[in-house]
Each structure stands twice: as C-alpha cells, then as structure tokens.
C-alpha cells in the first residue's frame, strides 16, 4: 500500500500529538531522554541523507539536531549542577561545533562520529532510571 499525502500528514499528526501527550505527563529525567531520542533520530537521519548523495545544510534534520543540542545547554540548572553541568555544557558545545562541521563537508563519517558521542551520553543518562 502506497501512502498518500493526507496519510503522511496524518501520521505526523499523530506522531506529533504522541510526543505532546508522553512530554505532558513526563518528569525532567524523561524530558531530556525524550530529546536524546529525537537528537539521535535527527542525526541518524542527516546520516543517510548524506549517504544517498544529498545535501544536508540547511535542512530539517540539521535544524533540529542544532535546535535539541542548543536546547539542551540551555536547559542545564548550573546552579544546582555546579561541575556536573558545566562539563555538559562542554560536550553540548563541542557536539554542536562537530554537527555543523559534519553538516557543512557532508560528512557521514562526521554525523557517525557525532551520533556515537550522543549515544554513549543518552546511555549514561538512561542510566538515571
């Protein structure tokens, strides 16, 4: 079965609509995982972009990964997470500089690179639960 255009757009509604209803009942340790998850969806997407031959600067995906990691930074409580928080904030950075990096050569290496540094910190932070 082919989907047609009001099939996608309603399956966006939806998945949309999903991610609304888990952010309203979820508490700050399943916020943040619940931006890991869409950062790592992000990435991994840019990533095949890449390798089918496409362009990935200035498109959704590389938008949206920049947008969660800036998120992210800004999100951190720096007065209660003294150190812990800055040094977040380090790898917040330092992950941006490497996506726009990535995202200007159109590196897959870069965006896999990327996507392993974000995975080891989501699973560190999974490990909250």
Known sequence: MNATASTVRATGLYRRLQHESRAAAA?????????????????????AMVRQGQRVSATDPAHRARAILIGLDAGLDRDAGGDVAEALSRVYRSM??????????????????????????????????
């Open 96 to 129: 941006r500089r490497k996506l726009d990096e990535a995202v200007a050569a159109n590196s897959e290496e870069g965006l896999k690179d990327l996507l392993d540094g974000i995975l080891t910190i989501s699973g560190a932070w999974r490990q909250l639960r």
């Open 27 to 47: 508490d700050p340790v399943e916020l943040v995982t619940m931006l890991y998850d869409e950062l790592e969806v992000a990435v991994g997407v840019l990533a």
